[in-house]
């Protein structure tokens, strides 16, 4: 029964013709011929979800922010406390053509600590580089559905204890719809790999993760959206578990190109109830 509601929000969302707009061609604008002010389209942030929406070609999106993580187990005869930080999270993309942007995106600080038996370890650094580029095939500018294809590289610029050498990389797909009452529905499916060749000193080994993130967001009040999210994590590596995660967020639009959010995770799978990481920032677009 779940299944078939959702599919019927799903059929209502393509035929659903509330929010049609008259297309206008932007093919013209680049990087170096931006977008007139008055022909950007409207701005959809990623914190429900990376959206299948792109900047406007020439203009820039910057988004700041931090995260807190923590988790409390049992080793042994040993209760175990990890706590930390990222601080300054940067993520910054660029319209290149109407339907194209770029994006890059590192973590400037981070720290880990470890608590056990009376002792204390603390680990700190800055994060990877990680850059994507996302092409939009329809949906920029109107209509009930988008959709989206993007892939990226993260490469191994970390510091201290937060980088290992490895080169990641992903391919993924980014879906929007405009459900009927005022909710939006989004649906981001990746595949991740990681080549083991450079942490090894041996032949290529490629490991591949598979992502699936899910969000039902609707608005509050004016200018206030919540949202909730349920994220999937498999991997190949043998003998490993899927990983879940439930993430629930509040995105407030102080001004047109200003957005400020917060939300918090919860690990679902393997349930961790004692583990939880909260979030917020701040968004701009120009």
């Known amino acids: 029964m779940k299944k078939n509601g959702l599919m019927a929000m799903l059929l209502a969302s393509v035929v659903w013709s509330g929010r049609a707009e008259n297309a206008v061609d932007k093919s013209e604008y680049t990087l170096i011929n931006p977008t007139p002010k008055d022909?950007?389209?409207?701005?959809?942030?990623?914190?429900?979800?990376?959206?299948?929406?792109?900047?406007?070609?020439?203009?820039?999106?910057?988004d700041v922010g931090f995260s807190y993580f923590y988790d409390q187990y049992t080793t042994g005869p040993f209760t175990v406390t990890e706590t930390g930080w990222a601080i300054?999270?940067?993520r910054v993309k660029?319209?290149?053509l109407d339907n194209l942007d770029v994006s890059a995106s590192i973590v400037p600080y981070q720290t880990i600590t470890m608590s056990a038996g009376g002792l204390r370890q603390t680990a700190s650094g800055s994060g990877n580089?990680?850059?994507?580029?996302?092409?939009?095939?329809?949906?920029?500018?109107?209509?009930?559905?988008?959709?989206?294809?993007?892939?990226?590289?993260?490469?191994?610029?970390?510091?201290?204890?937060?980088?290992?050498?490895?080169?990641?990389?992903?391919?993924?797909?980014?879906?929007?719809?405009?459900?009927?009452?005022?909710?939006?529905?989004?649906?981001?499916?990746?595949?991740?790999?990681?080549?083991?060749?450079?942490?090894?000193?041996?032949?290529?080994?490629?490991?591949?993760?598979?992502?699936?993130?899910?969000?039902?967001?609707?608005?509050?009040?004016?200018?206030?959206t919540a949202y909730c999210a349920f994220t999937t994590s498999v991997s190949t590596v043998a003998g490993s578990d899927w990983l879940g995660t439930i993430v629930v967020g509040v995105d407030y639009?102080?001004?047109?190109?200003?957005?400020?959010?917060?939300?918090?995770?919860?690990?679902?799978?393997?349930?961790?109830?004692?583990?939880f990481a909260p979030f917020g920032g701040i968004a701009v677009r120009f």
Do not use: C
Request: charged share 15%; glycine share 12%; no cysteine.
């Open 39 to 62: 022909l950007m389209r409207e701005w959809y942030t990623d914190h429900s979800g990376n959206s299948p929406y792109t900047i406007d070609a020439g203009h820039f999106a910057a």
């Open 88 to 90: 300054g999270g940067t």
């Open 94 to 96: 660029v319209g290149l």
């Open 129 to 224: 580089l990680s850059t994507a580029l996302k092409w939009n095939l329809w949906g920029n500018d109107g209509g009930t559905t988008a959709l989206a294809i993007s892939g990226g590289v993260t490469f191994p610029t970390g510091t201290g204890d937060f980088s290992d050498d490895l080169y990641t990389g992903f391919v993924g797909a980014e879906f929007a719809a405009h459900l009927p009452y005022g909710f939006m529905l989004q649906i981001d499916n990746s595949i991740g790999l990681a080549d083991f060749s450079t942490t090894t000193n041996g032949p290529s080994r490629f490991e591949a993760a598979f992502g699936n993130f899910i969000s039902v967001s609707h608005a509050i009040v004016n200018d206030v």
């Open 253 to 275: 639009r102080v001004k047109e190109n200003i957005e400020l959010y917060i939300g918090d995770a919860f690990y679902v799978q393997p349930l961790d109830e004692h583990a």
